[in-house]
């Protein structure tokens, strides 16, 4: 289209050139009315053709960056219909194959039938995790998310969320080493949000920590802010994982996640909650001695 545009601009400049190279030899008087007039034409012509080049020249570069934009968001969406996709597949063909295998007699079989439903029963759990923490990151990427910004005490929920992880952390014999004294504080957060926060990232240390290790909870005061850290004992992630380790569907060890039933979607939840609160999040790890998680939160006071 420019480069039709372009060949049109210079023809017509060439045309009005020439025109008034032959009007200037032409020295009859009666000419210098249509001279100037023709002159003013081709000055308007020469100005409106330099201000379409300038537009042009100045629009191109961010064209060519809408375009890489609009590139990274379609590949960043087939990858991650990719990755549900790939994600949802496994559970359902697990259950596709028990209920086949069920209804081909084995639920008559007592010694597989239970077995069958438990195992058809887990897919289902899986699912249903997949599509919550879908939800939830949807939800979190969409315009609508809104924090309810309330003042709340750090101690109490912390202590909630420890109970709900009694049973699981008792089978692997974690212990929980909460520094009460340093979370006693309030805090000015959406509470239900954080609390999802610190749930993925104590039941993540749950699930790759070392067994009869410990999960350290406590917390830095700074001066309106407080840092809250959640280390743990366990695998750790090596420096080369640590700069993907926030992306939805990234894990350092697909099968141990999944056995573990993880979706590959906590921390980058984790993420956005914490990026929305205008707060940060870092991660400080070595191999086999463990992962210490810390993020920022506004805090009121301090009462010890
Ligand atoms: P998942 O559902 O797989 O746990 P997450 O987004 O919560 O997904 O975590 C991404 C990956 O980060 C995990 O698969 C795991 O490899 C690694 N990871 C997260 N937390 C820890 C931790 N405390 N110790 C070691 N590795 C961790």
């Known amino acids: 289209m420019f480069k039709e545009i372009n060949i049109y601009v210079i023809f017509i400049t060439i045309i009005l050139l020439l025109s008034l190279i032959a009007l200037y030899s032409i020295e009859a008087m009666e000419y210098n009315l249509f001279l100037l ?29 809408e375009l890489i934009t609009l590139k990274t968001v379609e590949k960043y969406r087939r990858e991650f219909f990719g990755n549900v996709s790939h994600e949802l597949k496994t559970p359902i063909f697990n259950i596709q194959g028990y209920v086949e295998t069920l209804i081909n007699g084995a639920l008559y079989d007592k010694s597989v039938n239970k077995k069958y439903l438990k195992r058809t029963s887990k897919s289902v759990d899986r699912l249903i995790y997949i599509i919550q923490d879908l939800e939830t990151i949807s939800q979190l990427e969409s315009e609508e998310l809104k924090l309810e910004m309330t003042e709340w005490n750090l101690k109490g929920v912390i202590n909630e969320i420890i109970d709900q992880f009694e049973i699981k952390s008792e089978q692997k014999k974690i212990k929980f080493i909460h520094d009460k004294k340093s979370t006693n504080l ?26 009869g290790g410990f999960i350290k909870i406590r917390c830095h005061q700074t001066k309106n802010k407080c840092i809250v850290s959640i280390k743990d004992n366990g695998i750790g992630i090596s420096d080369k994982n640590i700069p993907r380790l926030f992306e939805r569907f990234y894990r350092v060890d697909k099968s141990r996640s999944r056995e573990q039933g993880g979706t590959g979607l906590g921390l980058a939840i984790v993420k956005h909650i914490v990026e929305a609160h205008g707060q940060e999040i870092s991660v400080q790890s070595n191999v086999g001695k463990g992962t210490d998680f810390t993020f920022s939160i506004n805090s009121v006071n301090y009462d010890s």
């Open 186 to 211: 309030k805090v000015i957060a959406d509470k239900d949000k954080i609390t999802q926060v610190l749930t993925n990232l104590i039941s993540n240390s749950i699930k790759y920590g070392k067994k």
């Open 37 to 65: 007039l023709f002159s003013l034409v081709f000055i308007i012509h020469i100005v409106i053709v330099s201000l379409f080049i300038y537009n042009f020249n100045h629009r191109e570069p961010k064209k060519n960056q």
